[in-house]
Nanobody, 127 residues
Protein backbone atom coordinates (compact mmCIF):
# COMPACT_ATOMS: atom_id res chain seq x y z
CA UNK A 1 0.00 0.00 0.00
CA UNK A 2 1.35 3.39 -1.01
CA UNK A 3 1.57 6.03 1.70
CA UNK A 4 2.38 9.72 1.31
CA UNK A 5 3.46 11.90 4.21
CA UNK A 6 3.85 15.65 3.84
CA UNK A 7 6.02 17.84 6.03
CA UNK A 8 7.77 21.20 6.01
CA UNK A 9 4.79 23.48 6.43
CA UNK A 10 4.85 26.42 8.80
CA UNK A 11 4.28 30.13 9.21
CA UNK A 12 6.28 32.72 7.30
CA UNK A 13 6.08 36.38 6.39
CA UNK A 14 5.27 37.66 2.93
CA UNK A 15 8.28 37.18 0.69
CA UNK A 16 9.60 34.26 2.69
CA UNK A 17 10.36 30.72 1.58
CA UNK A 18 9.42 27.21 2.60
CA UNK A 19 10.25 23.76 1.30
CA UNK A 20 7.59 21.08 1.51
CA UNK A 21 8.45 17.40 1.50
CA UNK A 22 6.35 14.48 0.31
CA UNK A 23 7.77 11.17 1.48
CA UNK A 24 6.45 8.21 -0.48
CA UNK A 25 6.51 4.64 0.83
CA UNK A 26 5.32 1.54 -0.94
CA UNK A 27 6.60 3.24 -4.08
CA UNK A 28 7.26 1.30 -7.25
CA UNK A 29 9.53 2.41 -10.04
CA UNK A 30 6.64 2.20 -12.47
CA UNK A 31 4.75 4.90 -10.62
CA UNK A 32 5.05 7.91 -12.88
CA UNK A 33 3.74 11.07 -11.29
CA UNK A 34 3.25 13.21 -8.23
CA UNK A 35 1.32 16.45 -7.73
CA UNK A 36 0.97 19.10 -5.08
CA UNK A 37 -2.49 20.50 -4.39
CA UNK A 38 -3.64 23.08 -1.88
CA UNK A 39 -6.90 23.99 -0.25
CA UNK A 40 -7.63 27.24 1.52
CA UNK A 41 -10.57 27.58 3.93
CA UNK A 42 -13.84 27.91 2.05
CA UNK A 43 -12.20 27.20 -1.31
CA UNK A 44 -11.90 24.20 -3.58
CA UNK A 45 -8.74 22.15 -3.74
CA UNK A 46 -6.52 23.36 -6.57
CA UNK A 47 -3.53 21.91 -8.34
CA UNK A 48 -0.26 23.70 -7.65
CA UNK A 49 2.41 21.65 -9.40
CA UNK A 50 2.76 18.33 -11.18
CA UNK A 51 5.73 16.17 -12.06
CA UNK A 52 5.86 13.13 -14.28
CA UNK A 53 9.36 11.74 -14.52
CA UNK A 54 10.96 12.39 -17.89
CA UNK A 55 8.70 15.34 -18.69
CA UNK A 56 8.67 19.02 -17.89
CA UNK A 57 6.64 19.89 -14.79
CA UNK A 58 3.37 21.82 -14.85
CA UNK A 59 2.50 24.69 -12.54
CA UNK A 60 -0.57 26.71 -11.73
CA UNK A 61 -0.30 30.20 -13.19
CA UNK A 62 -0.46 31.68 -9.70
CA UNK A 63 2.79 30.00 -8.64
CA UNK A 64 4.86 29.98 -11.86
CA UNK A 65 8.30 31.41 -11.30
CA UNK A 66 7.95 31.10 -7.51
CA UNK A 67 7.43 27.38 -6.84
CA UNK A 68 9.53 24.44 -8.02
CA UNK A 69 8.62 20.76 -7.85
CA UNK A 70 11.49 18.29 -7.89
CA UNK A 71 12.14 14.64 -7.02
CA UNK A 72 14.79 12.93 -4.98
CA UNK A 73 14.50 9.37 -6.17
CA UNK A 74 17.15 8.13 -3.76
CA UNK A 75 14.93 9.21 -0.88
CA UNK A 76 11.54 8.54 -2.49
CA UNK A 77 10.70 12.14 -1.76
CA UNK A 78 9.23 14.95 -3.83
CA UNK A 79 9.92 18.54 -2.86
CA UNK A 80 7.99 21.73 -3.39
CA UNK A 81 10.28 24.72 -3.04
CA UNK A 82 8.17 27.83 -2.45
CA UNK A 83 9.74 31.27 -2.75
CA UNK A 84 8.33 34.80 -2.64
CA UNK A 85 5.37 33.57 -0.65
CA UNK A 86 2.19 35.64 -0.54
CA UNK A 87 -0.74 35.66 1.88
CA UNK A 88 -2.88 34.07 -0.84
CA UNK A 89 -0.58 31.02 -0.72
CA UNK A 90 -1.97 30.25 2.73
CA UNK A 91 -3.57 26.80 2.57
CA UNK A 92 -3.30 23.17 3.51
CA UNK A 93 -0.92 21.56 1.01
CA UNK A 94 -1.35 17.95 -0.10
CA UNK A 95 0.73 15.67 -2.26
CA UNK A 96 -0.95 13.09 -4.46
CA UNK A 97 0.35 10.19 -6.50
CA UNK A 98 -0.90 8.78 -9.75
CA UNK A 99 -0.02 5.26 -10.84
CA UNK A 100 -1.22 5.36 -14.43
CA UNK A 101 0.04 7.23 -17.48
CA UNK A 102 1.25 10.80 -17.23
CA UNK A 103 -1.34 13.55 -17.36
CA UNK A 104 -1.62 16.44 -19.78
CA UNK A 105 -1.55 20.19 -19.10
CA UNK A 106 -5.19 20.35 -18.02
CA UNK A 107 -5.90 16.89 -16.63
CA UNK A 108 -3.21 17.13 -13.94
CA UNK A 109 -5.31 19.73 -12.15
CA UNK A 110 -8.16 17.26 -11.54
CA UNK A 111 -7.87 15.63 -8.12
CA UNK A 112 -9.85 12.57 -9.21
CA UNK A 113 -6.98 11.52 -11.47
CA UNK A 114 -4.85 10.59 -8.44
CA UNK A 115 -4.82 7.31 -6.57
CA UNK A 116 -3.18 8.21 -3.25
CA UNK A 117 -3.16 11.28 -1.03
CA UNK A 118 -1.30 12.46 2.01
CA UNK A 119 -2.85 14.11 5.06
CA UNK A 120 -1.52 17.57 4.29
CA UNK A 121 0.76 20.17 5.82
CA UNK A 122 -0.34 23.71 6.69
CA UNK A 123 1.30 26.77 5.18
CA UNK A 124 0.46 30.19 6.58
CA UNK A 125 1.80 33.40 5.08
CA UNK A 126 1.26 36.61 6.99
CA UNK A 127 1.59 40.13 5.67
Amino acid sequence: QVQLVESGGGSVRTGGSLTLFCAVSGYTSSTPSIAWFRQAPGKEREGVAYLCLGYNPYYADSVKGRFTISPDNTKNTVYLQMNSLKPEDTAMYFCAQRRELCLGPQAWRTEFNYNYWGQGTQVTVSS
